[in-house]
């Protein structure tokens, strides 16, 4: 892991408080996460019962990672939901993991960046937008800095901190710094599409739709990648990210699986549905009890 610690040094930047704005699969578990490693946590959503779930799905997390009951409780406590966003002013780092839409998150960083304190970290968990894009309406669009987050949260290390075009280096220092003090591995890309590891994982993923498009089964697909030494299958591993996530990079990667001829294909409609996958209950597989369902 040597070689991915190509980030700066980082004095000075001590974030003890983080606001997450989005309580969904990613958000709720990288406030969990940050409340894991020492720091207080606040969690904003438009959606109340998400906030709701976020907090029971957090406590099962203490409860794997911390010992004995002053830990869990006072980690209960440092996890705060906070649907008006009373915290967004208080906050060292501020962290956008909202619906994957260009224009409800540029919205969201203007009211942003006009109530964050100064010298507090304004991020965004983007996996497919252009960070340019996503700063273009701020006064100060140096400030804005990717930080990718994988899925799931708890257990994987890295996390892509996103240079944007014009994002200052003092930034992409403290979102580092912040990286290190949850305890992850900040991997410092550039703002292209797919950063780095989704360029590599992505086309993976679109090939794997395509032997489903042509006839394969899935468990087939994912016993194969099982069987050769992956840790998951890409059926199932899709069916974790979100079908509508894993779309949206393939569009923006350009590497969507249809076939020639056809603009359609079983991502995009299963994303019509509105099958996403774990989170909806059905995507690939059907999930009974957080595991997917697989026939014999
Ligand atoms: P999700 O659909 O599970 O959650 C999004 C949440 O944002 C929902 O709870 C929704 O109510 C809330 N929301 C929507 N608009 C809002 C607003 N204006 N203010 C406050 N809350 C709002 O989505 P997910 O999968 O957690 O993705 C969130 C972001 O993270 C996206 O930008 C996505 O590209 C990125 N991402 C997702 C990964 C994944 O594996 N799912 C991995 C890395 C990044």
Known sequence: SEMLKDSAPKDGFKPRKVHVIGAGTMGADIAAWCVVSGMQASLQDLDEAQIGKALKRAKGLFKKRLRGKTAIDSA??????????????????????????????????????????????????????????????????????????????????????????GTREEEVDKACAFVTAINKLPLITKSCPGFLVNRVLAPYMMEAVRLYQDGQPREKIDQAALKFGMPMGPMELMDMVGLDICNKVGEELDISPSSAGKTDNVLATLVKQGKLGKKTGEGFYVWVDGKPKREE
């Open 76 to 165: 209960v406590a440092r996890l705060i939901a906070d649907p008006e966003g009373k915290h967004i002013k208080h906050a060292d780092v501020i962290i956008e993991a909202i619906v994957e839409k260009l224009d409800v998150k540029q919205t969201l960083f203007a009211e942003l960046e006009k109530k964050a304190k100064a010298g507090a970290v304004l991020a965004t968990n983007t996996s497919s937008l252009r960070l340019e894009d996503i700063a273009k309406p701020l006064a100060d669009p140096g400030r804005l800095v990717g930080l990718h987050f994988f899925n799931p949260v708890a257990q994987l290390p890295l996390v892509e901190v996103v240079r944007g075009e």
